[in-house]
């Protein structure tokens, strides 16, 4: 993801760009993609960023795939993470209904996530240690996920009593972007980039259709009528997307804060 990076700083001259990581090493950085617990690696990352002087007066966050769940999760439970601007590519905001497939059929670490999770993604350690099963939402055993889940329930406001603190937060976006790839191939379903999901019959309800937006339990519905929460797709499968895209976006949503600090994260 260094192109990335390498790629903002060509259309923003002067930005600062900060690249989470949550390993020491690439190889470590990727199987925590994978393997380990996304509500630790949020806290531990949120103190990280605290002490970082350059993202002490403002920050626009850029995540790709479900790096964007992570970021968007950052912004609510980060208090001192000071989000204008949020940009997520292809991530699954309400959850997948299938485990993701692998890339490269080869891809040992992938492959090995997959086979722990489909021996029960509900299970102590599986639940615990697999991170693609703590954003898994069988929409036919919604009380096994609401009961079980360590942490796409809370995020997304679906426990009671409801953390107000979160939804003050992502209402205190500038705006909230969401792209989603037009042939979205490992996300399902697809318009979980855009917050939509199934029902228990299996039929697709768009975001405007649910009950989380038509509540506002996570301030969606205020950012959609205040004309700063919107939509995009872009050309490709999952996370194919053209440099001639991405700078196109980059341009669109935050040339404006160039002096801003950037954030990007990716599995």
Known sequence: MGAVARLIQEEL???????????????????????????DQIDRVCTELS???????????????????????????????????LVTFGSPHSGVARIPKCPQENDT???????????????????????????????????????????????????????????????????????????????YPELSSWFGFLDAYGNRVALENSTMYQEDWLGLRE????SRLEFVTVEGKHMEISDQALRGIVAEYFTVAVNSPLLREQF
Request: hydrophobic share 40%.
């Open 109 to 187: 670490l992938c492959n090995w996530m997959r086979r722990l999770a489909s021996r029960g993604v509900y299970s102590w350690y599986i639940r615990d240690h697999v991170v693609q099963a703590q954003y898994f939402k069988d929409p036919e055993r919604l009380d096994d996920y609401l009961e079980h889940n360590i942490f796409l329930p809370d995020v997304n406001m679906e426990l009671l009593p409801r953390k107000e603190d979160y939804r003050e937060r992502i209402c205190a976006l500038d705006k909230l972007v969401l792209v989603r790839f037009a042939n979205e191939d490992m996300i």
């Open 51 to 85: 002490g970082i002087s350059e993202l002490q007066h403002g920050v626009n966050l850029m995540g790709f795939s479900q790096g964007g769940l992570f970021l968007r999760a950052l912004v609510q439970r980060c208090p001192q993470l000071r989000a204008k601007m």
């Open 223 to 226: 950012l959609d009528k205040s």
């Open 13 to 39: 001259p002067g930005a600062y760009v900060h690249s989470v990581k949550l390993g020491a090493s690439e190889s470590a950085d990727r199987n925590a993609g994978f393997f380990g617990n996304l509500n």
